[in-house]
């Protein structure tokens, strides 16, 4: 089945220590996105990929950065996590083309719980 | 205030109830709309998207009101399964690529 796959789910790092979550997909989609979910709180978009293009949503931290080798990968970089950077992460993909029948849906990776200590 | 808005909930409803949600939005400009459902700890997944005429797939019915910039999701006969947590979705339309709009969600827990 074409899905998003996100490694690891569990993810514990010391403050201050780099950390990388990674997602893949199978669907093709030329968008990919990145968000941050923290309990009771809406997903909250860090950024995405327009096939090659990164957006840098305006309120993201410097501490996050992304990095997409191909269509299928998408990294997510935390140079250096604090406390208040412990969440879901959440990686999702879009087909994003005009007339489409479905357009613009998003389908979500099962995330990575980042402990943060 | 918010961009999307729902009331967190929760709704307590037992088995086979009908129970609707609405969800209001503040961007005229907004397009596209979706219903999400997201488990505790899980990701959110796809319920529905919303077209303007309105749409059913099976027990659920989401209608859409753009002069009262409003969205609804019904769902009849609820089931246990059916707790979780709905989040309302919209995206602008507009030049350029357009993200999506999360709403906060509204809480559902069916009970026995």
């Known amino acids: 089945d074409a899905m998003v796959i996100q490694n690891p789910r569990y993810q514990v790092t010391q403050f201050g220590k780099p950390v990388t979550l990674s997602c893949s997909q199978t669907l093709n989609h030329n968008v990919m996105y990145w968000y941050q979910q923290k309990s009771s709180q809406a997903p909250k978009l860090l950024f995405h990929y327009y096939d090659k293009d990164f957006n840098n949503e305006a309120d993201t931290p410097d501490n996050f950065q992304s990095r997409r080798p191909n269509t299928s990968f998408c990294f997510l970089d935390i140079r250096s996590p604090g406390l208040g950077d412990a969440a879901m992460y959440l990686c999702?993909?879009?087909?994003?083309?005009?007339?489409?029948?479905?357009?613009?849906?998003?389908?979500f990776g099962p995330g990575t719980r980042l402990t943060v200590t | 205030r918010k961009e999307v808005e729902q009331d967190p909930g929760p709704f307590n409803v037992p088995e086979g109830a009908t129970v609707a949600f609405n969800c209001t939005y503040s961007?005229?400009?907004?397009?596209?709309f979706f219903w999400y459902r997201q488990d505790c700890r899980k990701e959110p997944k796809l319920l529905m998207s919303?077209?303007?005429s309105g749409n059913e797939d099976g027990r659920f019915t989401a209608q859409l009101n753009r002069a009262s910039q409003y969205i609804s999701l019904l769902i009849r006969d609820s089931k246990l399964s059916d707790s979780a947590t709905y989040l309302c979705v919209v995206r602008r339309t507009g030049t350029g690529f357009q993200k999506l709009v999360f709403g906060t969600g509204t809480r559902l827990l069916v009970s026995p």
């Open positions: 961007n005229s400009a907004s397009q596209s």
């Open positions: 999702a993909t879009s087909r994003d083309v005009i007339n489409r029948p479905r357009p613009y849906e998003q389908y």
């Open positions: 919303v077209y303007s």
